[in-house]
């Protein structure tokens, strides 16, 4: 079944550093793709997302491109602060729905000052 | 406005024992999903519910049951339980089925400890 694969953590980064977290996923067709994060102790937040191959969703300076030839979906970062320390999700549907959602595993992040 | 609530914020029960768990959706939004979401993985889809009807179901046994009411708040009552039932479980809502992309909105998850 559709299904995402999501690089495995802890990842710890100083402030200002780089942040990537790889995702790839394994679907029929082209699903919507998401970023959700889980900041401690809070629900999850929808970061941000991509409808269609080749876009590019993007919120509080996190991109994320829906690359349909390499089936990947990777979150980045260009500049971290200690407050995007949190969980971060990747996501697809599990059929024709959008909001019965496949999750990977998370990645967690911490970032030191 | 507020946003997806969900209560208890946590609770400890027994094995054995039964656990319902409630959600009030966002105003206006008709979809109510359930999640399983157990320390250090990624939520878990349990149970999907629109207009009050089940609309989709994962992969847990049927001790499992949730319903959804005319005000489309909702419940999740689970049965039975069992030490591996320990979890934060999560609600979401969302406006509708449709159209694609549609964002599904979090409550804060109920924290479920069983002794």
């Not at chain 1, 994320?64 to 697809?92: I, W």
Request: hydrophobic fraction near 30%.
């Amino acid at each position: 079944g559709d299904s995402v694969t999501q690089m495995e953590g802890p990842v710890t980064l100083s402030e200002e550093a780089f942040l990537t977290i790889n995702c790839t996923y394994t679907a029929t067709g082209y699903p919507s793709l998401f970023w959700y994060v889980q900041y401690p102790g809070e629900g999850l937040q929808l970061l941000l997302k991509a409808t269609k191959a080749d876009d590019k969703g993007s919120n509080k300076g996190f991109e994320a491109t829906y690359r349909k030839e390499t089936t990947s979906f990777h979150l980045e970062k260009g500049s971290v602060q200690v407050s995007d320390s949190a969980v971060y999700f990747c996501a697809l549907p599990l059929g024709s729905n959008d909001y019965k959602l496949s999750f990977g595993a998370g990645t967690t992040v911490t970032v030191r000052a | 406005d507020a946003g997806v609530t969900q209560s208890p914020t946590h609770l400890i029960k027994t094995r054995g024992q039964h656990v319902t768990l409630r959600c009030s959706p966002i105003s206006g939004h008709k979809s109510v999903s359930w999640y399983q979401q157990v320390l250090g993985q990624g939520p878990q889809f349990i149970f999907q519910y629109y207009e009050k009807e089940e609309r989709g179901r994962g992969n847990f046994p049927d001790r499992f049951s949730a319903r959804q009411f005319p005000n489309y708040s909702s419940e999740l009552n689970v049965n039975a339980l069992l030490l591996g039932d320990s979890a934060l479980y999560l609600c979401a809502s969302s406006l509708t089925g449709q159209p694609r992309g549609t964002e599904a909105f979090f409550g804060q998850g109920t924290r479920l400890t069983v002794v």
